[in-house]
């Protein structure tokens, strides 16, 4: 009796569970967190891109039928010190001259919010992560567009060095690169990440 009763609410479970994702997609994460960033010298502004090799990535759940689900809450760890811009003495440079004037060797992040725009078939799944970064011991809220087509996710925005009282760091970098710079070391950086969603949909009956 008591094995046909618990086969019966496995039943029931699994029926209720499989309406509530009819006409939904399962969304999970399949691939890896790549943090990429782009720095700009010289007064043309010319632009400086790399990547962090070092992250660490926690994800708030491992699917969702929604990004909401499987982004907001989730953070990551990003150690300065493996910066790769494919230079080793530039990458040397941005360690002691930039990172070491900051006061963790470590950013942070969080994913707090995200606001999705309205979906046009055919078009790339578009709308804004709002993630908190930390660094140099200030946290900023910062706005990140982002664009999701064919399993490929792509989000960036910008932060200022100033707003997280680095001004020593960018002095330091300066200084450090003043000729290969021309005297022009910019404060706004451009940042994102990329990753691979897996979309499991199962068609409305």
Same mark, same amino acid.
């Given at each position: 009796?008591? !094995?046909?009763? %618990?086969?019966?609410?496995?039943? @029931?479970?699994?029926?209720?569970? *499989?309406? #509530?994702? =009819? ?38 759940? !491992?699917?969702? %039928?929604?990004?909401?689900?499987? @982004?907001?809450?989730?953070?990551? *760890?990003? #150690?300065? =010190? ?31 919010d995200i606001k999705s725009d309205k979906r046009v078939k055919g078009k790339p799944k578009t709308g804004i ?33 100033l707003d997280f009282k680095a001004s020593k760091a960018l002095s330091s970098i300066n200084k450090a690169c ?28």
């Amino acid at each position: 009796m008591i !094995k046909l009763l %618990i086969s019966m609410v496995l039943v @029931f479970a699994f029926a209720n569970a *499989s309406q #509530k994702r =009819q006409g939904h997609c399962e969304l999970s994460q399949v691939g890896k967190i790549k943090v990429h960033w782009t720095a700009y010298k010289t007064p043309a502004k010319l632009p400086v891109g790399g990547v962090f090799d070092d992250v660490t990535y926690r994800s708030v759940a !491992k699917s969702g %039928i929604n990004f909401r689900e499987i @982004f907001v809450g989730s953070t990551l *760890s990003i #150690k300065t =010190q493996s910066v790769n811009s494919k230079n080793s003495g530039r990458d040397a440079k941005l360690v002691k001259f930039f990172f070491k004037n900051m006061n963790n060797t470590n950013i942070k992040a969080k994913i707090t919010d995200i606001k999705s725009d309205k979906r046009v078939k055919g078009k790339p799944k578009t709308g804004i992560f709002y993630v908190d970064i930390s660094m140099n011991g200030i946290t900023k809220n910062i706005p990140m567009n982002f664009s999701y087509f064919d399993g490929k996710l792509h989000a960036e925005g910008y932060i200022d060095i100033l707003d997280f009282k680095a001004s020593k760091a960018l002095s330091s970098i300066n200084k450090a690169c003043f000729k290969l710079h021309k005297g022009k070391t910019w404060s706004d950086v451009k940042i994102g990440f990329n990753t691979a969603i897996k979309a499991l949909c199962f068609p409305a009956k």
